[in-house]
């Protein structure tokens, strides 16, 4: 192939004198389609070629030919290049989307090329019954952990549908900084969203939602996106804006708290003091009031012996001498040796 697009790059282009015009053609999806190419069998010399152009990609051959006949047939994928009566044929059985392209029969002469027939043909498949995708916009900012619900409503005319299977729909989200939309979620096949109204020929309406606690880099615009029948249709997309807390704010909001901290710390700090202080000063008051106490009490029992002593003294009683018999001095000493003994104990 690459060896046919090179001989076709280097040979010179140029038109026939029977020019031919530039058809479009448009099939249905899975339709089987058939390109002719006028072939004249006197010109042995005379080369034929189908090729197809697609956009950025290079051109494909298809199939060849000289213009005597020849039962040669050349197949490219489920496409047929052959020979027919005065035709050079390009079939495409059960056509598919990748088949849209610019079709060219071209013919080569020696070292010259004409171009005699060109087909654009464009393949349509089944066209969505969805009629409309709306997302309602936010009416505020939001502040970071608020929770938000995004809403997206799909409206479908139910008796145009022609692809089986319920609508796919999905959540993209484009960030300031992204070139290219993230997909962030999908609500896959379910029909339990969707209601119909009861008025004849209404469309059916559609509504899925999307929650989220939001946080400060989810800023960006999401957009909803619906897949039905091969193809896919976006919202006008809803705008998120985040209110984040201003450094002023944030600075105040710091300062009061370094502000308490400092008052909490500098109670506890006076409270010990005083604490401190209060226990302190009572030891030194049972210090000073101990010795105060012994000396009292040492005191009071010299005068308390003193006082024992001096009655002790004051009521001794006097004993005198007479002339008596054996009996009386008995009784005399007996007196002072009880006076002694009692004046003994008290004094101990």
């Given amino acids: 192939m690459l060896i046919v697009l090179h001989i076709l790059l280097v040979l010179k282009f140029g038109r026939g004198a029977d020019d031919h015009i530039f058809e479009t053609k448009t099939v249905a999806l899975g339709h089987n389609v058939t390109l002719t190419c006028p072939r004249n069998r006197s010109g042995r010399s005379t080369s034929l070629f189908w090729i197809r152009l697609v956009s950025q990609t290079f051109p494909e051959v298809l199939g060849g030919t000289i213009n005597y006949d020849l039962e040669a047939v050349d197949v490219m994928n489920h496409i047929t290049a052959k020979q027919e ?21 071209i013919k080569v002469i020696q070292s010259k090329i004409i171009f005699v027939k060109g087909v654009f043909l464009r393949i349509t498949g089944p066209e969505p019954d969805i009629t409309a995708v709306v997302q309602v916009p936010l009416s505020d900012s939001v502040r970071p952990e608020d929770p938000v619900t995004l809403q997206c409503s799909v409206l479908s005319d139910s008796e145009k549908k022609k692809c089986p299977g319920n609508h796919s729909v999905f959540w993209f989200r484009a960030g300031s900084g992204e070139s ?16 119909k109204s009861p008025e004849a020929h209404s469309p059916q309406k559609c509504v899925y939602n999307f929650s989220k606690n939001i946080s400060s880099s989810d800023a960006g615009t999401y957009y909803c996106a619906v897949a039905s029948c091969g193809e896919i249709l976006f919202g006008n997309g809803t705008k998120l804006d985040i209110e984040v807390v201003g450094p002023s704010e944030s600075q105040k909001e710091n300062t009061i708290l370094y502000l308490v901290c400092a008052a909490l710390a500098i109670n506890l700090i006076v409270i010990a003091f005083l604490v401190y202080a209060i226990v302190k000063k009572s030891c030194h008051c049972n210090a000073a009031v101990s010795p105060q106490t012994n000396a009292a009490t040492a005191s009071g029992d010299q005068q308390s012996q003193q006082i024992n002593e001096d009655s002790l003294v004051y009521y001794r009683p006097d004993f005198t001498r007479r002339k008596a018999g054996k009996s009386g001095r008995r009784s005399a000493r007996n007196a002072e040796t009880i006076y002694t003994d009692v004046r003994a104990f008290v004094i101990d």
Wanted: charge should be negative; aromatic fraction near 10%; hydrophobic fraction near 25%.
């Fill in 180 to 195: 290219h939309p993230s997909l962030i979620y999908t609500h896959g096949n379910s029909g339990d969203e969707c209601e």
């Fill in 85 to 105: 009566p005065g035709t050079f044929v390009l079939h495409i059985p059960k056509t598919q989307l990748s088949d849209t392209a610019i079709y060219y029969c």
